[in-house]
């Protein structure tokens, strides 16, 4: 149980184009989504958290014009990379969160999604 | 907001040695300490965690410690194999409706024959 995937695993495309990527929780429901950026040899950076129908929180010098993240269901958040640029390439990777007293502690993570832009 | 600082950033050890990194926080109020394990190219996988109402924490081969007077813990391999080598990241969070993580910065731990 508790899997979570993304789509799509890896993706290249144009300098200002925009790119989605979906992150979906395949047999629970998430209350919460996280989305982290990796750059090569670094660590994961939080971008934004998303709750389920509501807006998502933006960490500290993250463009929230330019990461759109949707949370349009428990089992469902995307992020869109609009106008993208080369140094946007990076592995995106979201994680989610089941509701619940006990269960509220560990993020399950997807397996990530490398976006290359040229 | 919270920091995590991880040591050390590389780690080479001989097969069958024993591993340790080590991390502090900063906020006092993180109380939910987990540990992944990442292959390159792939997701973080959950190897361990620990929380603030214990000490330490042990599976198998792999054992966590906490000092929460010190906003220290660490991660302990025994016996380790090859296929220990990996990139470590601990992280923090204080656990609520947002329970976000804080990473450190990371192992890279590489076991030798």
């Known amino acids: 149980g508790a899997v979570v995937s993304q789509h799509p695993s890896w993706v290249i495309c144009k300098s200002g184009t925009s790119v989605k990527i979906e992150c979906r929780s395949l047999?629970?429901?998430?209350?919460?989504m996280f989305w982290y950026r990796q750059f090569p040899k670094q660590s994961l950076m939080l971008m934004a958290t998303?709750?389920?129908?509501?807006?998502?929180?933006?960490e500290q010098g993250v463009e929230k014009d330019k990461f759109l993240i949707n949370h349009a269901s428990l089992t469902l958040s995307t992020l869109t990379v609009t106008s993208a640029h080369p140094e946007d390439s990076s592995f995106y990777i979201c994680?989610?969160?089941?509701?619940?007293?006990?269960?509220?502690?560990?993020?399950?993570f997807g397996p990530g999604t490398r976006l290359t832009v040229l | 907001g919270e920091n995590v600082e991880q040591h050390p950033s590389t780690l080479s050890v001989q097969e069958g040695d024993s591993a340790v990194i080590k991390c502090t926080y900063s906020d006092s109020a993180s109380n939910y300490f987990p540990w992944y394990k990442q292959e390159l190219g792939k997701r973080p996988q959950l190897i361990i965690d620990?929380?603030?109402?214990?000490g330490e924490k042990k599976d198998q081969r792999i054992a966590v410690t906490l000092n929460k007077t010190a906003k220290h813990f660490s991660l302990h391999i025994t016996e380790t194999q090859p296929e220990d080598s990996a990139v470590y990241f601990c992280?923090?969070?204080?656990?609520?409706?947002?329970?976000?993580?804080?990473f450190g910065t990371g192992t890279r731990l590489q076991v030798t024959l």
């Open positions: 994680s989610a969160s089941i509701s619940g007293v006990h269960s509220q502690h560990e993020q399950f």
């Open positions: 047999d629970f429901q998430a209350t919460t």
């Open positions: 992280a923090a969070s204080i656990t609520g409706t947002a329970s976000k993580l804080t």
């Open positions: 620990i929380r603030s109402n214990v």
């Open positions: 998303s709750n389920e129908g509501s807006k998502a929180t933006y």
